[in-house]
């Protein structure tokens, strides 16, 4: 897999980050023999921090014609849920460091079931934290329809992470593209950075003929502009890691180009939308420099001074005349 090493600054109390811009398949040991060579690379290189994709161990769903097909799907996902490769991820959760020079944390996304459901989960392994444990898990709120098939929605209940190294809130793929709950990880939790794991697709047409304007990868332009603006508006950071190239029974292409966004909502660096890449950050100041942007022009302020809940009295309901 080819690496790319970039320097945020010379402070080595800011931690290292590995964005794995990947492909995954419908095989589940390639996909975590991958990992296992993503993980000791990260090793190797003294990351702090590795961000997987949206279900990296199954690989993302297809699209089932028939209900037999749909059990089949089911299946595979279930073949890869964290009960069935419980020693795998003991042995990752092993080789965790906790002096700050080594990698700390690892965040993946995967198949949970429970209480008869399926759920699409994210996950932070670390030596402090028990996987399981309900406060530590994250469940995918916003489904996409062919997910609705197999998975479960989360509640409302968002996932923050307090680390060393700031504060972290977690996104799964789709949930990207509504506003409120990143504005509730921003405002509410006060995260310095906003973390989304997904398998984000890039093919889809919009095309406005009269102004010669024509794209058929509008879901990588999304892809793009949720990030940006999701840092920008917010004044986090934003950490995006995808899925990169086809699916090998679909054939649905997925867009790649993890990257990193600071809070101003400019693009720091991207991973490329054809291939592999592991984009390895080194002394990311996530925490110090989302503060010094917030100085430098604290809209937040003014945000706090009139912001109101949508549940809260007091909305209005009419038309400006």
């Known amino acids: 897999m080819r690496v790319i090493e970039r320097t945020f600054s010379e402070n080595e109390d800011h931690p290292t980050v ?3 811009n990947i492909h995954t398949s419908a095989n589940i040991q390639q996909n975590i023999n991958k990992i296992e060579e993503i993980l000791e690379i990260a090793h190797h290189k003294n990351v702090n921090i590795v961000i997987l994709p949206e279900l990296c161990v199954t690989g993302y769903i297809w699209e089932a014609k028939t209900d037999i097909e749909a059990g089949q799907v089911k299946e595979h996902l279930l073949s890869g849920e964290n009960s069935r490769i419980a ?11 906790t002096d700050g020079k080594g990698l700390e944390y690892v965040l993946f996304n995967n198949v949970r079931e429970k209480d008869g459901f399926l759920y699409n989960a994210a996950y932070v ?15 995918k709120i916003f489904l996409p329809k062919d997910e609705q098939r197999y998975f479960k929605g989360g509640t409302d ?6 680390t060393k190294w700031g504060r972290y809130g ?39 003929p009269e102004m010669n304007v024509k794209t058929d990868h509008y879901y ?6 949720m990030n940006s603006s999701k840092a920008a508006y917010n004044q986090v950071w934003s950490l995006g890691v995808n899925t990169v190239g086809a699916h090998d029974i679909s054939g649905v292409y997925f867009w790649g180009g993890s990257g990193i966004w600071a809070p101003s909502g400019l693009q720091l660096l ?13 002394n990311l100041d996530i925490k110090e420099q989302a503060h ?30």
């Open 18 to 20: 590995l964005l794995a």
């Open 87 to 97: 020693p795998w991820l003991k042995n990752v959760w092993d080789s965790l460091k």
């Open 125 to 139: 392994l670390n030596k402090d934290i028990d996987y399981n444990k309900e406060e530590y898990i994250y469940h």
């Open 157 to 162: 209940k968002r996932l923050t992470i307090d």
């Open 170 to 208: 977690l996104l799964i793929c789709y949930d990207l593209n509504f506003v409120e709950l990143a504005r509730k990880y921003a405002f509410t939790d006060e995260v310095d950075a906003i973390i989304t794991m997904a398998a984000w697709r890039s093919e889809a047409t919009r095309e406005y």
């Open 220 to 225: 990588g332009f999304l892809w793009q502009l």
């Open 270 to 282: 991207q991973a490329s939308n054809i291939k592999d890449e592991l984009l390895i950050i080194r």
């Open 292 to 321: 010094k942007e917030r100085d430098e022009f604290n809209y937040s302020i003014d945000f706090h001074s009139v912001y109101r809940d949508m549940e809260e009295p007091g909305k209005y309901v009419g038309c400006l005349r």
